[in-house]
């Protein structure tokens, strides 16, 4: 079993549909899980950042992680063709010698206008 | 410049050139990567450096070397490359290793002939 599973679409919706993002992991140490956006032709840009289980919201974004059933996920409401990009999810146990982030393969998401 | 930037951002290499990455960050970190993303698979970490020095060899060949002369800037030196080395190479860097937000750099698209 991978670390990290994640579909990477591609998935494709109409602008202002909700989108849901999600990511399952095996390695019950993880308590640090990220969300990166990336555009084509850039890095990877630092979304959302979560500690441990619970709910994280900023604007139309919602990142909320599953400790118990080891699942994470990410949502976009109003989503706009700008943010049309591969989503990335990221997780890493405590600091310390374990920085290491474990990254999903990514979802290519396309919001059509 | 903010952030990190990297130079070049194409490379096309045959297989005998020696060439050379370079990644600055302009964050005042202390901790620099370096990934690779290939398509379809997650980012592969490759190299961590904390204060110059290296803490991370991820089992990396050594027609990769990576060089960081201080905490500011790190270079990755390609040496008879192979075809699948073809990727994006990704330059991150975080307050410290073990630092779970990293800032990534928009990347190095290398393709080896």
């Known amino acids: 079993q991978k670390e990290v599973e994640q579909d990477p679409g591609p998935l494709s919706v109409p602008e202002g549909a909700i989108v849901s993002l999600n990511c399952t992991y095996s390695?019950?140490?993880?308590?640090?899980f990220m969300w990166y956006r990336q555009y084509s032709r850039k890095g990877p840009e630092l979304l959302m950042y979560t500690y441990s289980s619970g709910n994280k919201e900023d604007g139309r974004f919602t990142a909320q992680v599953d400790k118990s059933s080891k699942y994470i996920s990410l949502f976009i409401r109003d989503s706009q063709p700008s943010d049309s990009a591969t989503y990335l999810c990221a997780m890493s146990a405590s600091g310390g010698s374990n920085y290491k982030l474990t990254f999903g393969k990514g979802t290519l998401l396309t919001v059509n206008p | 410049e903010t952030g990190v930037t990297q130079t070049p951002r194409h490379l096309v290499m045959g297989m005998t050139n020696k060439k050379s990455l370079k990644c600055e960050q302009h964050l005042g970190h202390n901790a620099m990567y370096w990934y690779k993303q290939s398509a379809k698979k997650p980012l592969e970490l490759m190299f961590v450096y904390s204060l110059e020095e290296r803490v991370e060899n991820n089992s990396v060949p050594s027609r990769f070397s990576p060089e960081c002369p201080n905490s500011s800037h790190l270079f990755l030196h390609l040496h008879t490359l192979q075809p699948e080395d073809s990727a994006l190479y990704l330059c991150?860097?975080?307050?410290?290793?073990?630092?779970?937000?990293?800032?990534f750099g928009p990347g190095t698209r290398l393709l080896v002939l």
């Open positions: 991150a860097s975080s307050v410290l290793v073990g630092g779970e937000t990293q800032y």
């Open positions: 390695n019950s140490a993880f308590q640090y």
